[in-house]
């Protein structure tokens, strides 16, 4: 993260540095902000939506140094610090490169791995494990090369081959074996970023046959779930997870329709990028966070940091060690401030952060420093607090930092509005709006031009529209608007409806 002119370090002299401070060895602490308190001996939890889980408010994520690891820093020892400081919620994925041998490495020694001497299952149970795939497909696919992450895995290789790496990688030899009794608490279907991609991972969520040519992910995962093999996939009958989840950076309408697609609620958790400068884009805080706390989704927060472009790291994927930031914040942009910003957004219930280097000095150590900021109670953050961090994080790179994010979405007008006339009354219906840089308050209905109805918002978990019935008894109305108002006082309406 960004230096002041005043304390610059280069990048080695930096990694030297907090490797001494890892071995015990006295230095001279480079304080980046004025946030000091004590590590908490408990953390704070919440409860993972549906999960039921009591989940603490930082998880650890599991790209920078596990993924992407610096000279000098020991990716395995970030683990094993956040694990002894209490942190429960654990994050990898199967395109992360070493970051589940690393979680492998870090579990044996911790007793976590069944049929290891030291294993304890209660030790286990005690923790949130999480990896995630970018396949959309557990069968067939291969001619739809225009669906992101329908064919880029491995040769032939399909969502549970997914599943079981990351079980071989964790807990066995990365060899393709597991012991019996590893499992996964959830896989997250990674990155949606289109509709073709919620269309693929939908095939076969219904009527599932095992003689389809193709099956989407979400039907093999309940098979591994449930330990079912409706889809053919699953002939040992194996549960291997516990929940299954999404996650989306980029377009909160796709991540909706994901949403709204689920009428067998399989969806227990969704992780979504989400900070300080979200609504700059096309935002989620006011459009799927609402939708996911509806339905009672648990809510994990990415992207707090926007992947290190709030301070030192250009607004790109990482790909290198080169890429991973250090430091603790910056004086002009307390990381403290951008993480208590996304846990004080309704419905988010844990925030996971990817952490470069770990030391013995609080202030200095990213994890140490992240969990005493992760220290929040759910509750919704004063509207001029929220705004002195939101205009901070703009002034970093002009706002410009989510380059994952979809560009700014101004508050639509209600989507796909319909009248249907009846002998003496009107049925109205239309899809939700999506919001722009505010909540959506209410929408309202008018019969030529006068106002019938002021209906509160509320978000649209399913593709069942909203409706109203307009009662008008003889006087045969002309046409209807459906207009949305947000809560500034901003207002977008439909066009005309003739009747």
């Not at 770990?358 to 919704?380: E, F, G």
Request: proline content about 5%; charged content about 20%.
């Amino acid at each position: 993260m960004t230096e002041s002119n005043r304390n610059k370090q280069t990048r080695r002299q930096f990694i030297q540095t907090t490797g001494s401070a890892a071995l015990g060895l006295s230095i001279a602490p480079t304080i980046l902000t004025s946030f000091s308190l004590a590590v908490p001996e408990i953390p704070l939890k919440r409860t993972l939506g549906k999960t039921g889980f009591r989940v603490t408010t930082l998880g650890l994520g599991g790209q920078a140094s596990i993924q992407w690891t610096p000279e000098g820093i020991d990716p395995v020892a970030i683990i094993l610090k956040a694990y002894k400081m209490g942190i429960n919620y654990f994050d990898t994925s199967n395109v992360y490169g070493p970051s589940q041998l690393n979680y492998g490495k870090a579990f044996h020694q911790l007793g976590l791995v069944p049929g290891q001497p030291n294993y304890s299952e209660a030790k286990r149970k005690a923790i949130f494990l999480t990896s995630k795939t970018h396949l959309r497909f557990a069968k067939g696919g291969e001619h739809m090369k225009d669906v992101y992450g329908a064919t880029n895995g491995p040769e032939g290789s399909k969502t549970l081959d997914d599943v079981r790496r990351s079980l071989s990688q964790i807990f066995s030899d990365g060899n393709g074996n597991y012991p019996s009794g590893a499992y996964l608490d959830m896989v997250l279907i990674h990155n949606l970023s289109r509709m073709e991609e919620v269309d693929a991972l939908y095939e076969g969520y219904d009527d599932t046959d095992p003689d389809a040519y193709q099956i989407g992910a979400l039907a093999a995962l309940r098979d591994v779930r449930d330990g079912t093999n409706k889809t053919g996939l699953n002939p040992k009958n194996e549960k291997l997870i516990r929940h299954i989840g999404f996650s989306g950076h980029h377009d909160p309408s796709v991540m909706m329709e994901m949403i709204q697609r689920d009428t067998q609620d399989l969806i227990d958790c969704m992780l979504v990028a989400i900070n300080a400068n979200d609504k700059q884009y096309f935002n989620m805080q006011y459009n799927v966070i609402p939708m996911a706390a509806a339905k009672n989704i648990g809510i994990i927060a990415m992207k707090v940091f926007a992947d290190g472009a709030m301070y030192s790291k250009k607004a790109e994927w990482s790909r290198t060690p080169e890429h991973v930031v250090l430091n603790v914040g910056s004086p002009e942009l307390p990381a403290n401030d951008l993480i208590r910003y996304t846990l004080s957004i309704p419905g988010v219930h844990t925030a996971i952060i990817g952490v470069g280097q770990i030391c013995d000095d609080t202030q200095l150590c990213q994890l140490s420093h992240n969990l005493i900021a992760a220290q929040v109670k759910p509750a919704p953050m004063p509207e001029d607090e929220k705004k002195k961090i939101e205009t901070l994080a703009s002034k970093s790179k002009e706002g410009k930092t989510n380059y994952f994010q979809k560009q700014f979405q101004e508050l639509t007008a209600p989507r796909d509005p319909m009248v249907v006339l009846g002998d003496d009354q009107s049925l109205i219906t239309w899809n939700t709006a999506y919001a722009g840089d505010a909540r959506i308050d209410h929408y309202e209905i008018l019969r030529d031009d006068k106002l019938v109805a002021k209906i509160p918002y509320k978000p649209q978990i399913s593709k069942t529209p909203f409706m109203f019935v307009d009662k008008w008894g003889t006087a045969k109305p002309q046409k209807y608007i459906v207009k949305v108002i947000d809560v500034a006082k901003r207002e977008v309406s439909s066009e005309s409806l003739l009747v």
